[in-house]
């Protein structure tokens, strides 16, 4: 997490939707098959999600949530950092300030992955980042046990634990702990058994290197790990830059202990680069990391990150020895790669997660792609999904798009405007028409489009599973996923009565009901 000096190395990529795309100027012909009926195999890109934190206390998505939702990421890493102030005194534990950040991420659907990168000044009363021990590890471990049992009494569906964040260069990455080999091996054992004292069933992992291969951090906690020392669910590193993230390197120093087999690999954090970033170039690059993601078969990974955010160095005071080393990277006015700009406008990038979230279910044959144009195919229900991009070195295309395996509905054919930061419709209309003329589409360099198909059908929208009620305007509301549909009666009110986000609906009950009263919406497709 933003560090001006760290120099980072090692993306990922997964496959994706399906999208089309469109530009000005009609270059290189060519042909685009999406055969419906030719599955690949399962499919879910929401894996490959988010992460936010490390940067304030205050609740950095809240003014998002109804568009976080939309997205329905599965996972939010986020970092733990001293200025939640877990353990103010010895036997004293503080726990509202992190509630309030863990409900606004569970709010958005999502599951958090919390980051264990904090120093309780009682048990760490010298700012240094090169003492990891505390000074009393009973405490310490005490302390890491009552935060796993505080997040299961509260439900809030935490499975992953990560010890420790970029520990190979400390506060370069904007958290305290800077270890060596067997200072983070003696740390992350304490902490990791303890997570699973608290609930035998959590994921357990680390060390969040800035790099994979980064000095021997790394190579000594598999190690350890391997020889029964320490228990290891997955292991975790950034990936800033470049080299998509190096899983198969990751997966061969895993493979030599057999009882790391089945570990799995968490890319915690990625993007470009904490520099500023053209539009065009990081929605391009994003797709194309994620599709090698996929095809290195990554377990998670968390794009960094949902919000920029201008830092309070007064946060940071119990935390880093130069408390204004983040407000002085952070602070700039232009943005860092957040789905939301520092003053929460929106991004090109949020399309790419919107896009994504609908990249479950089956994938499906799409052909024709050359070098520089790439595609995703997903049947999702009844629903079907492509998304295509172009990743070449500046050649343009006229993409010709041909669908076959499906016989009905209706299609809707999007571009990313980059200019404008929206997703534009450029053709819509009966699927029958798409056999006898096709769409014709122009990819210039980076450019995505979003291509879309549903059958022609009546829907029932039903609440959103695990999403509790929630207040949106001063009032209760309920909420719903009519994507793709058509509202024609909402709840116990009227059109007028609810408000569409991106696809989610915020039922609005009439006055004199609750929300709980709001069973089902009628809708159309």
């Known amino acids: 997490m933003g560090s001006p000096e760290r120099a980072r190395t090692c993306l990922r990529s997964a496959p994706l939707i399906l999208v089309l795309v469109m530009s000005a100027g ?13 599955s690949v195999g399962a499919i879910d890109l929401r894996r490959f999600s988010l992460g936010q934190g490390g940067l304030s206390p205050k609740l950095m998505i809240d003014a998002h949530l109804a568009e976080l939702r ?44 919390p980051n264990i990168c904090f120093k309780p000044r009682v048990l760490y ?54 270890c060596t080999p067997s200072g983070y091996v003696q740390w992350y054992t304490h902490t990791a058994n303890a997570v699973k004292r608290a609930d035998p069933s959590a994921k357990v992992g680390g060390p969040a290197l800035c790099c994979p291969f980064n000095g021997s951090i790394g190579s000594a906690l598999i190690a350890h790990c391997g020889a029964g020392n320490a228990p290891m669910d997955f292991y975790s590193w950034h990936a800033y830059g470049g080299g998509w993230g190096n899983t198969n390197g990751v997966k061969s120093m895993l493979s030599a202990y057999p009882s790391l087999s089945n570990v799995q690999t968490l890319i915690s954090e990625w ?12 929605c391009g690059f994003c797709l194309e990391t994620m599709r090698q993601y996929w095809s290195e078969g990554t377990t998670i990974t968390a794009y960094y990150h949902i919000r920029d955010w201008r830092v309070d160095p007064n946060d940071f005071v119990n935390i880093l020895s130069n408390p204004s080393y983040m407000a002085n990277f952070w602070n700039g006015a232009t943005p860092r790669g957040g789905l939301w700009d520092f003053d929460g406008r929106k991004t090109p990038i949020y ?54 395996g499906v016989s009905a ?34 990819l210039g360099r980076y450019d995505i489009a979003w291509l879309e198909i549903t059958p022609d059908s009546n829907a029932v929208a039903t609440p959103l599973k695990g999403f509790p009620d929630i207040s949106f305007g001063g009032r209760n509301v309920a909420l719903y996923d009519v994507r793709g549909c058509r509202v024609s009666r909402a709840g116990l009110g009227q059109d007028n009565a609810a408000t569409r986000v991106n696809g989610v609906l915020f039922a609005v009950p009439q006055s004199g009901h609750t929300s709980r009263g709001v069973k089902t919406i009628v809708v159309s497709r």
């Open 351 to 404: 399309y790419v997660f919107l896009w994504l979230s609908k990249m479950t279910g089956t994938q499906v044959r799409s052909t024709g792609a050359n070098s520089d144009i790439r595609s995703f195919a997903v049947k999702n229900g009844t629903s079907i999904y492509a998304i295509v991009w172009n990743f070449g070195s500046g050649t343009s295309y006229n993409v010709t798009m041909s669908v076959s």
């Open 125 to 178: 009363p010298t700012i240094n980042q090169d003492i990891t021990a505390p000074n009393n590890w009973a405490a310490w471990d005490t302390l890491v046990f009552r935060l796993v049992r505080h997040c299961l009494d509260k439900n809030y569906g935490i499975r992953y634990w990560e010890i420790g964040n970029e520990v190979d260069i400390g506060e370069d990455g904007g958290t305290p702990f800077r």
């Open 409 to 442: 509905g209706t299609y809707t054919l999007k571009k990313l405007n980059y200019s404008t930061i929206h997703d534009d419709v450029v053709r819509s209309g009966a699927v029958s028409g798409l056999s006898t003329n096709p769409p014709v589409v122009t």
């Open 70 to 113: 939309a997205i329905n990421p599965a996972y939010i890493r986020f970092f733990i950092q001293e200025y939640y102030n877990l353990l103010p005194a010895l036997n004293t534990y503080h726990w509202g300030t992190l509630d309030s950040a863990l409900d606004a991420m569970v709010a958005t659907g999502a599951e958090p992955i």
């Open 271 to 282: 993007n470009v680069s904490l520099d500023p970033q053209p539009g065009n170039y990081q």
């Open 26 to 38: 009609a270059q290189t012909p060519t042909q685009l098959a999406i055969d419906a009926g030719q």
